[in-house]
């Protein structure tokens, strides 16, 4: 009797029963707790995720992931055939949404899953701290980063959270110039977006161009992290907090001789903002809201809106810019006669990419039965580039 088909199984949930299991080392404990859950996320999905149904039909409702995921599930090995076969079905899905109802788009499934483990690490965190060992073993490893302690302020009591501030202060006047760090939080894909603002400013002349708004938003994010990492800091400014990823962005621009100048500004921004918050506090637990809007953040999208305004008149004439599906929708929302001029080129350029994914994942597995690799074709980056121009800084896959 053959046996009964085992359930799938999901990404599993890091143990953790208290707020001493995350205080094992020095640095942040919730960043440690949140990049291991992640990794297991990836790993889990590069294994049998891929695989699963209700993980592909949960891709093709969001279009793929972010462009910061995109990239890491591209770094792993094995990537070219795995998500050659993912592809073909979310270009497939971006299809039907281009010919379609103009939808607002589901969160990126890995952002989900890393938001929640952030949460758990850092309820857990907060709640612990009530305990005075846990507080002195807190203070003993530095407390939390910018970025979670600016998550923190949105949603703990004022008590926990001014004693992580003055402990976060505590950290950053001990810490050295060659381990600050850590203070600004873990972002395994801040070296991939160093490489790609390195590629932008060295390509010249005439470059394939995967979505205009996008790269004019990646210019516009360059220029505001190298004024960021000049020598003029300015006045603390609890407008000027940054998101954790630009955060990390502008410190890696710094290098190690402004870095720590840079760090300290940004802890004195919020905690110019944590003073500023009301009194009234949000519970742990409940959903967590941004802490504001990043300058940077700003920057970049304010010139993407500004590229993708202009070419919307050029679009009404069927002679738009290049622009990726995410952007192809925003502009259908936003004016739907421009975005039915531009569809028939961009339903095209979809059916196109359906068509190379098939041919590519069809080598690939005659390849495989064979015992040989295949040529990598590209086509699984082309379509990241398609769905997401974001992911190459705006430009075409190999174009960097």
Same mark, same amino acid.
């Given at each position: 009797?053959?046996a009964a088909?085992?359930?799938?199984r999901?990404?599993s ?5 208290s707020?001493?299991?995350?205080l094992?080392?020095p ?5 440690r ?5 992640s ?8 294994l049998e995720g891929h ?7 949960r891709?093709?409702g969001?279009l ?7 990239r890491?599930l591209m770094?792993?090995?094995?990537a070219s055939v ?14 039907d949404r281009l010919?379609?109802r103009a939808?607002?788009?589901p969160?990126c499934p890995?952002c ?6 952030t ?7 907060i709640e612990g701290?009530s305990?005075?060992?846990?507080r002195?073993?807190?203070?003993q490893?530095?407390g939390?980063c910018?970025?979670?302690l600016?998550?923190?302020?949105t949603?703990a009591?004022r008590?926990?959270?001014?004693w992580?501030?003055e402990?976060?202060?505590d950290a950053i006047?001990k ?8 203070v600004v939080g873990?972002?395994?894909?801040a070296?991939a977006?160093a490489a790609?603002?390195s590629a932008l ?10 979505c205009?708004?996008?790269l004019a938003?990646a ?5 505001a992290?190298e004024?960021?990492a000049?020598?003029a800091?300015?006045?603390?400014d ?9 955060l ?5 621009a710094a290098?190690?001789?402004?870095g720590?100048?840079?760090?300290a ?7 110019a903002?944590?003073?500023a918050?009301?009194?009234?506090w949000l519970?742990a637990g ?6 504001g809007?990043c300058a940077?953040?700003?920057?970049r999208? $304010? #010139? !993407? /809106?500004r590229?993708? &305004?202009?070419?919307? @008149? *050029? %679009?009404?004439?069927g002679?738009?810019p ?5 952007h192809?929708l925003?502009l259908?929302a936003a ?10 080129a961009?339903?095209n350029?979809a059916?196109?990419?359906?068509s ?8 690939a597995?005659?390849a495989?039965?064979?015992? $040989? #690799? !295949? /040529?990598d074709?590209? &086509?699984?980056r082309r @379509? *990241? %580039? ?7 800084g705006?430009l075409?896959a190999?174009a960097?």
């Open positions: 009797m053959p088909t085992p359930l799938p999901g990404p949930v890091l143990t953790l029963y707020a001493m299991d995350l094992t080392s640095g942040c404990p919730v960043c707790y949140a990049a291991e859950a990794d297991r996320y990836l790993r889990w999905f590069a695989a699963q149904p209700d993980t592909i039909t891709l093709c969001s793929g992931t972010c462009a910061s995921h995109t890491r770094s792993q090995p094995g795995r998500l050659t076969a993912v592809y073909r079905y979310v270009v497939m899905a971006a299809r010919t379609g939808e607002r788009l969160a890995a989900d899953h890393d938001t929640a483990a949460g758990r690490a850092l309820d857990t965190l701290l305990d005075q060992a846990t002195y073993r807190c203070r490893l530095g939390v910018l970025p979670h600016a998550t923190a302020a949603t009591r008590e926990p959270v001014a992580l501030t402990t976060m202060r006047g810490v050295g110039t060659p381990r600050y760090g850590w873990t972002d395994p894909d070296e977006r790609l603002r400013r060295s390509t010249g002349g005439w470059t394939p161009v995967a205009a708004p996008c938003g210019h516009a994010e360059r220029n992290l004024r960021l000049g020598p800091i300015d006045a603390p609890p407008s000027l907090v940054l998101c954790a990823g630009h990390a962005d502008a410190a890696t290098g190690h001789d402004s720590p100048v840079l760090v500004w940004q802890a004195d921004c919020l905690t903002r944590i003073a918050r009301p009194t009234r519970p409940r959903q967590r809201r941004t802490v809007d940077v953040c700003q920057a999208d $304010a #010139a !993407a /809106r590229t993708l &305004a202009d070419g919307t @008149a *050029a %679009a009404q004439a002679t738009g290049a622009l990726c599906v995410r192809h925003s259908r004016n739907p006669r421009a975005g039915d001029a531009l569809a028939r961009v339903v350029a059916d196109g990419l359906i190379d994914l098939a041919d590519a994942f069809d080598r597995a005659a495989r039965s064979r015992g $040989a #690799a !295949a /040529r074709s590209g &086509a699984w @379509a *990241a %580039a398609f769905l997401d121009g974001a992911v190459f705006g075409q190999g960097q």
